[in-house]
Nanobody, 125 residues
């Protein structure tokens, strides 16, 4: 059973940076593409970033491109989301997701088989 545990969320001010981590266990992390999604209060969950199994291919939503960076360390079974120049509009619960053995990246929720419980990020103005 794959387990994903996010950490690193918190309360920051606009312009600050945060790094989220997602530790995976119980699966084949190194063979799976991984993604980050977020859900703001009162809104549907949306795609943020994705990374291929070896880290060579990444994809970002337009709203975070140039500010966020996704990376992974397969030796540590961990995927990261470095978030810079945070804005109040980035306030959300952030979820990491595992493509369950599929190595190609995707921005679609239904392509991901496993999800973490989320970590909350609040950006004040």
């Amino acid at each position: 059973q794959v387990q994903l545990v996010e950490s690193g969320g918190g309360l920051v001010q606009a312009g600050d940076s945060l790094r989220l981590s997602c530790a995976a266990s119980g699966g084949t992390f190194s063979t799976s593409a991984m993604g980050w999604f977020r859900q703001a209060p009162g809104k549907e969950r949306e795609f943020v970033a994705a990374i291929s199994r070896n880290g060579g291919i990444t994809q970002y939503s337009d709203s975070v491109k140039g500010r966020f960076a996704i990376s992974r360390d397969n030796a540590k079974n961990t995927v990261y989301l470095q978030m810079n120049s945070l804005k109040p509009g980035d306030t959300a619960v952030y979820y990491c997701a595992d493509r369950a053995g599929h190595w190609t990246i995707s921005s679609l929720e239904y392509d991901y088989g496993y999800w973490g419980q989320g970590t909350k990020v609040t950006v004040s103005s």
